[in-house]
């Protein structure tokens, strides 16, 4: 009936099956009478106030497997008030006001499939239904020691001025919320509208555009940030974005670190029918006119991307408010870019500059989707993203989760030391360990986003002194959110053998026909090679780069390039000189080259 619902304030546990679901609706059949939520609905089946858990820190508390239809209030269809609860695989129908709602409480909401908030005929706007009609709505703050994660879900469209999520979060080291491997159909205002720092990873962003009937000056889309004030951090990682006005919106000095996401079509610019102008891009930094104290983002750092049919990667960049300009942090390392972008340029701070001076390794070409309007984002063979992304993995988002590893020795070597490269996508910490040894200190990779420092995304682990033996490298990296990967990636396996020398028959010429002249006469030839570690690793090397270009044969071009990388280890992107360390290496380099000049019978010059 009207006002009843199921108040518990000491344990729940409502658990069906997957195929034997419990289902908690008004009577079966009832009369219809008047939707409460607003006079222009239509009639339908008697509303209740559904399930509210009050102050219950039980950590038993579970919903699962269950229906929940014509449940509709103000504190959600499930409302969690300074409790915890696990919400698993519950399906709520019958209402048109928020579905979840939490406050101050811990909750793990996984594996439910949420609706379609509105009907194809229904405007939120003219019902009166703006700011009241989310999927879900969280306040307050995550206890301590708590958790707040959305995961494995699929939400339905929102229209109007309403969000399908709208939750803060905490600032770490509190708990922060974590959203992972969602799908999101469409909405016409904010999929996420969020404050505080998150850890957003996997997720499916699509069909975002503003809604006509909405008049507000704010834009549509994907993500929106800056709820819970400044110095927060959104780490968005693994995510495809298609289809929409704006990957994300950057608020209220809120930043954003953008890795190894695949963006889709972002519509160009537009006005709207209330005569808003919309400036279309991957990552927005200020909304002009939005609000009456102006509050632009405080900066960005994006890498490893695939940003394709884009009108530009950087918005309103550059505006402190609508009429004064400074210079916006922002960082750009290692992208994939379309070619038909449409706008490369930064913003007023950033005078002549182009979005491709904002850092190195970004390229202009196109990814080669393998179905992309159908959903089908994997790379197709011959894909220049394949292999470009962090530490030999792929571009964009369809890459393994977890830290990823670089820089091992060959499986034979003399050296007594090895130098490795980690790092990976939402990756801030990693520990390791040496065969089932015991862990090591936790170590950080970098310091986040801070304005006016460069990002660092990689560390590297330095083992020295190590004694002849076989050896396997197992770590383990923590996200953004401070939760530890749930099985260790494993290094490649290298032996360390000191005394290393292989004497080989290389080559054999058994009828020389003419082919090699010695002294005069054309002898039959055996090539003896002393294949030592050093000899071996390079050679090992430079076929593992030719194989890929589909060559027969190793030329002098991948011994040059694999002698620099046994050298000097591999070649870092990401790791950035500041503008006084490139110009004293570029008087050291010139001073090679002009003696390389001079002296008699030098080393080629590269």
């Not at 014509?70 to 019958?94: E, F, P, T, Y």
């Not at 594996?111 to 706007?125: G, I, L, T």
């Not at 369809?398 to 939402?426: D, F, K, M, R, Y």
Request: aromatic share 8%; net charge negative; charged share 20%.
């Amino acid at each position: 009936s009207p006002g009843r619902r199921i108040a518990v304030r000491g344990t729940i546990q409502i658990e069906g099956t997957e195929f034997m679901r419990v289902q908690l609706s008004s009577v079966p059949e009832a009369t219809h009478v008047a939707d409460p939520a607003s006079d222009g609905l239509p009639d339908g089946p008697p509303k209740w106030d559904g399930i509210k858990i009050i102050d219950s820190m039980d950590p038993t508390n579970r919903i699962a497997h269950v229906y929940i239809r014509n449940a509709q209030d103000n504190q959600g269809a499930i409302g969690i008030i300074r409790s915890q609860c696990v919400i698993d695989d519950v399906r709520i129908s019958g209402t048109h006001i928020r579905m979840i709602y939490t406050d101050d409480s811990s909750v793990i909401i996984e594996n439910c499939d949420f609706p379609d908030m509105f009907a194809p005929n229904e405007q939120a706007a003219a019902l009166g239904l703006d700011n009241i009609s989310e999927h879900v709505k969280g306040e307050g703050d995550i206890p301590a020691g708590g958790r707040y994660i959305i995961r494995n879900n699929r939400f339905g469209t929102n229209k109007g001025h309403n969000d399908v999520v709208d939750v803060v979060s905490g600032l770490r080291p509190d708990p922060i919320v974590q959203i992972l491997d969602n799908y999101f159909e469409g909405a016409r205002d904010e999929q996420l509208d969020l404050g505080g720092d998150f850890h957003i990873e996997g997720n499916v962003f699509k069909n975002i555009f503003k809604d006509d009937e909405t008049s507000d000056r704010g834009y549509a889309n994907g993500i929106s940030t800056g709820d819970a004030g400044a110095d927060s951090t959104i780490v968005l990682a693994r995510n495809v974005f298609w289809d929409v006005d704006h990957a994300i919106n950057l608020k209220k000095g809120t930043s954003t670190i953008f890795e190894n996401n695949t963006v889709y079509k972002v519509h160009p610019d537009f006005v709207d029918t209330f005569n808003n102008t919309n400036i279309g891009s991957v990552i927005n930094l200020f909304v002009p006119g939005d609000s009456e104290v102006p509050n632009p983002g405080s900066g960005a750092y994006a890498a490893w991307n695939i940003f394709t049919d884009i009108p530009r990667v950087y918005g309103n960049a550059d505006l402190l408010d609508d009429d004064t300009t400074y210079t916006t942090p922002l960082e750009l390392f290692d992208n994939m870019i379309d070619p038909s972008i449409t706008d490369t340029s930064v913003g007023g701070g950033h005078p002549g500059q182009t979005i491709f001076d904002l850092g190195t390794g970004n390229v202009t070409a196109l990814p080669r989707f393998s179905d992309p309007d159908n959903g089908d984002f994997s790379l197709r063979p011959g894909s220049p993203a394949i292999g470009s992304g962090p530490l030999g993995a792929d571009m964009g988002a369809l890459i393994a989760a977890g830290i990823h590893i670089a820089g091992e020795p060959t499986s034979q070597t003399l050296s007594n030391s090895a130098t490795l490269t980690v790092g990976g996508p939402g990756i801030f910490a990693y520990r390791y360990r040496i065969h089932d040894g015991p862990w090591s200190a936790d170590f950080p990779i970098g310091n986040g986003f801070v304005p006016g420092d460069s990002t660092v995304r990689t560390a590297q682990i330095q083992l020295t002194g190590l004694a002849d033996g076989t050896y396997t490298i197992s770590i383990e990296g923590q996200s953004f959110a401070g939760v530890w990967q749930s099985s260790p990636t494993v290094s490649q396996t290298w032996t360390i053998n000191s005394s290393l020398s292989r004497l080989v028959i290389n080559e054999v010429l058994a009828n020389n026909g003419g082919a090699v002249n010695h002294e005069g006469t054309f002898p039959d030839l055996i090539e003896i090679c002393n294949f030592g570690a050093d000899l071996a690793n390079l050679v090992n090397e430079s076929a593992l780069l030719a194989a890929p270009k589909n060559k027969r044969l190793v030329t002098m071009a991948e011994f040059e390039h694999c002698k620099d990388e046994v050298m000097m280890g591999a070649e870092r992107r990401s790791m950035v000189m500041t503008q006084d360390e490139k110009k004293l290496t570029a008087y050291h380099e010139a001073g090679h080259a002009l003696v390389a000049l001079t002296v008699p019978k030098h080393d080629p010059l590269h």
